[in-house]
């Protein structure tokens, strides 16, 4: 008797929780629609006076969605399109949620006043709605790549700054002029004779495939004073989990990106909210691509606490230049610099390794310009004279620092990079912009202005002599601001020498019939034929 009472009881304190949390969740839940509801028709309004992007409806909420699906293949020429003529255009997002509402700026006042004067309100963006940034802290922890500034972050950017400056030793003047010289030198070199063999034998090669290898390569020399040798075909562990985790991540965040939404919005805390709670954790436990994106970090992680374990025994620590050593010298933690190099990795690799693809992808559709190079090179840099800093500055090889400058205009290894606006704000032209409305500014959208370039298409380093730096907003390839690229030297230097160092010995021919697109992923990629590869003959110069 006294048990059943004591069932009937327990089953009554059940359905009474149930209906409590049911009440708790759809409360929690109309709250947030209405919040997002009211924010929403609060950023229409402000955003009143900017013009929508070009196209049937986008004036209408995420009326541009259908617009951008049907493009998502060319999405950066899309872009060009609906921006055209205009300073910033806007793209307005969903009625019952603040994300998505995104200003496309093309002035260079607006992207200097975003990146360099109003700094601290506009940082990486996060509503916690968004899954790419989310699956990319997942994959490289905490760090220098990821980390929010300013208004937008916890600690205001405390924790940016220090990394900031923390990493910046590895670009001192003295680590370019020996470490960097050295290994981009003979890095080059590797490549240059591989590529050789390929020319005496014929064979056609993924000449894409050959510079990803070669700033890998590069990079593990200088950050981990490790010697790889992917460019000539010796797998490296930490590389091959690293293009594992990298594409893992990137396949997984496109497709979470509706699920992630939906329940970041429509279910209740525990189960969803802000980073799609539990229903988001157990989706991820359940999906190959995440599953393998976590295997593959755990080998990162071991790598790399090998390579740190390696480098505190090395007897020759104190003679040692690279990265891990300065920075073990400087008795940082073990964790600290794992992480540190990681970012620098995602940061340097990429982007590096495309600026070199399309510069030879433009190299090849014009080989008029292929042969003035060479003509530079030749009377320059001839086969045997040493590469550094100095010899290969634009005044002293204006041709090749205008081919480089042509294809970062054309082929912006970071084509388009968006921040949020953490307050209310008022852009240059008196344009208003609404907290939590991103901000983003394209260099493949500003690259392809006929105003600034005149028949932006055509392939002409010529545009670059004499030479006038551009201002970092005028062509933001690499960012602009407090948050400029702090590699820009380094991948400037790195791209020149293997341009100088290859083409001093071959010539190169695109294999016909491959359909050229670019990929999508944060960098610009060459794509032939939809995969991401782009294929060459090796030939050499007549004598
Ligand atoms: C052509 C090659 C490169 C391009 C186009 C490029 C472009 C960029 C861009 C656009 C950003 C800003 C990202 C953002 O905060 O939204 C950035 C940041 C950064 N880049 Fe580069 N980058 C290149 C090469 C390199 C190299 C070789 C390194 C060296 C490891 C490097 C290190 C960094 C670092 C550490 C940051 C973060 C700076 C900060 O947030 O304070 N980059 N880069
Ligand atoms: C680049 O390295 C990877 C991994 O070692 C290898 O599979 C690939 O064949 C290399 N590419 C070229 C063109 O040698």
Redesign the pocket.
Known sequence: MEDLKGLALSKQLVVKTLLGYGIFGAVQVLYRLIWGWKASSRMKDILQDVPATKGDGHDAHAGWLKDFLANVYRIHDWRVEICEGQPVSKNLGFSWHPGLYTLIANDPDIVRHILKDEFNKYTKPDLGYDPFFFYLEEFLGEGIFVSKHGLGSEDRGEGWGHMRKVSSQIFSRKIFNSLMQEVFVEKAEVLRR?LQRSRDLGTQ???Q??F??FT?DSIMRIFFGEDSN???????MY??AFDTAHRNMRDHAVSSLASYLFFSTFLPWPFGGRHGGLARWLRDRFSSSFRNMKAATRVLDREADRLVKKCRQDPKLGERRDLLALFIQAKFSTDFVKQMVLHLIIAGRDTTACLLSWTFYELTRNPDVQARLHDEIMQKMPPGAKLDMKSLSASEMPYLNGVIYEALRLWPPVPFDPKMAFEDDILPGGWKVPAYAQVAYSPYNMGRDAKRYPEPEAFRPERWIPFRAPSQHEFPVFQAGPRLCLGMDMAMFEAKTAAVELLRHCRFEMVPGQEITYGDKITLDIKSNGKEEFFVHVRGWPA
Do not use: E, H
């Open positions: 591989f090669v993924d000449l495939s050959c990803f290898n890998f992917t460019a000539v075909g010796v797998p490296n590389g091959k």
